[in-house]
């Protein structure tokens, strides 16, 4: 999945590269609820994991994924807290 | 006069102060640097203990010792809680009426836990993470004869990402050994799509909990209690029942640090450069431990890997030069024991780019735990490991 990440305009980036434990997944969760209703997280992961779970977490947990998008060595994951 | 205060008395500050001291002796002797740990309480406590004294393997006496007796003769202690950091004028500010002004500064705060921010939090759950909240549990599982206990989180970051899997295992051992294992049940709730965030730990795991019947519910992050029905309710919208429940609570970064503007709210957790440990941006601030914002592990190896680095750095800066390229930059490097239960554990070392390859879980490992958690009085402290 790519998206385009310009729109909507992102609140806060996450820097979870190399991040083994507790992971960019656990980071994301950690920021989302941290966040307000509306905000547009970017999560950066070099874990390749990340593009199934991070996406999977997000429609349980009744969150919107923007997109994902590949960058230099590393996948920037763009989520929208719902709720 | 160069003066260097160090916020925290635990694993990361104590060891910043006697590394630097090292670095710094002839100048520190000289009168032309002063090296300040201030710490809240004045003693020094061996976090990872405390979950040992939830299973009766360690008593409360053995974790604290007096911060004054760790530290080299040449750092200053001072007693004190911190009101506030005064950036405009670079002095810390103390709760006993005393102002420290400062030319380096390292925040090495820890974390501080909020279970209070989950209401029934305290009627309802137990935790590990004070050693009076582990001898309640060690309580409640004497009291238990049978039924289902619950191991979840209820926040995040949380100190010692592998622990509540820890407990989930221990547990098992216990009524397997008590003999009321048939009669009970154990629940992992997993924040995440599987047991552990590292899938080589998770796939190494997984196994063991099936074999041991401990049933692990994924994508579970724990958001309310219900103290009527005896449940527990997820953010992603399931339910989950308890008869005793074990909740990781919320953690925060240290207050002062939101108040005096130099960690956002409502986390508090600082942001910090994951290679020179720098706090934004600032050329003579630095963090280490828990306070750190960067997604690593919360544990005290974490800060006992950085310390150096922050060290190196601070004394560099002092010295006027620039500080050496291997010794100032940290790599993300963390060790963390991991008890799997029956007398076994296994080993996870990474750093940024090395996922961790844990062996076998084994009594070596497992015993090598209880060894560290004894002769870390006489090593880390100092340096020696």
Redesign the interface.
Known sequence: MTATLTTPVVTRTIDARGSFCPGPLMELIRAIREAAVGDVLEVYSTDAGSRNDIPKWVEKAGHRLVGIETRDGFDAIVVEKLR | MQRVVILGGGVGGTLTANLLVRKLRSRIEQDKVSVTVVDQTGAHVYQPGFMYIAFGAEQEKHLKRPERTLLDRDVHLVVSEVTRIDESSQEVVLANGQNLPYDYLVLATGSRITPEELPFFDQEAHHFYTAGAAARLREALDAFTGGRIVVAIA???YKC??APLEVSLLIEAELRKRKIREQSEVHFCS????AF???TVSEMVTPIMERKGVQIHT?F?VEQIDPDRKVIVS???EELPYDLLILVPPHHGAKFLVDSGLAPA??GWLPTD?HTLQVGGRPNVFALGDATDL???KAGSTAHFEAPVVAEQVASAVKGIAPDMKTGNYE?N?M?FFETGDNRGTL?Q????H??HPPTPNRLWHYGKLIFNRVYWFTVPQGRV
Do not use: A, K, Q
Not at chain 2, 191 to 194: A, E, L, S
Not at chain 2, 350 to 353: G, K, N, Q, V
């Open positions: 926040g995040m970051p990402p592998p924040p995440i799509g599987r965030t590292i899938e994508f992050n953010l992603e919208g409502p986390g994951r997604p690593l592990s993300g963390v963390c996870l990474f750093d940024y780019e996922p961790p």
